[in-house]
């Protein structure tokens, strides 16, 4: 069947594609999930009753849970991946989130010394942590829930 007149034929989407545009979906919708995670529990709910570092611990140790079940709805909703793919997923995702959080702190001018105190893991704090698990949380939870999806070899 033709498509009507003056409309174009799209191609399909290839499945790193495919994965890209879930990952990208995926952000959009953890954006107001990680702000009501941070704006809300972290600061209103435990840095009353724990403190400061304790609420960041518990904050961000919630956030790699989300980002694990994030990335099983990625791996879930994805037709086909290969490991490659989806560690590229897991490499966009990440950068995502350092271009929204570096790109939103500097624009409001929050300090780039306050910015850091999060990645300073010596002292308690989670925030590479959380990084790593948007590398990888693609990949491992892609590998480990659906081994019988089509892992194709790079």
Request: aromatic share 14%; proline share 8%.
């Amino acid at each position: 069947m033709r498509p009507p007149p003056g409309t174009r034929q799209h191609a399909p989407l290839t499945p790193t594609a495919q994965l890209l545009m879930f990952t990208f979906r995926a952000w959009l919708i953890e954006i107001p999930v990680a702000a009501f995670n941070a704006f809300v529990l972290m600061d209103l709910v435990y840095a009353p009753r724990f403190g400061a570092l304790v609420a960041h611990q518990i904050g961000m140790s919630t956030r790699i849970a989300i980002i694990v079940l994030f990335a099983y709805f990625i791996a879930y909703f994805a037709r086909e991946y290969s490991a490659r793919s989806l560690l590229l997923a897991g490499v966009f995702w990440m950068t995502l989130w350092l271009l929204f959080e570096w790109g939103g702190s500097l624009l409001i001018g929050r300090p780039v010394q306050e910015i850091l105190v999060g990645w300073h893991v010596e002292h308690g704090y989670m925030w590479p942590y959380v990084l790593v698990s948007y590398l990888l949380a693609p990949l491992l939870v892609g590998l480990a829930l659906h081994p019988a999806r089509p892992i194709k070899p790079a």
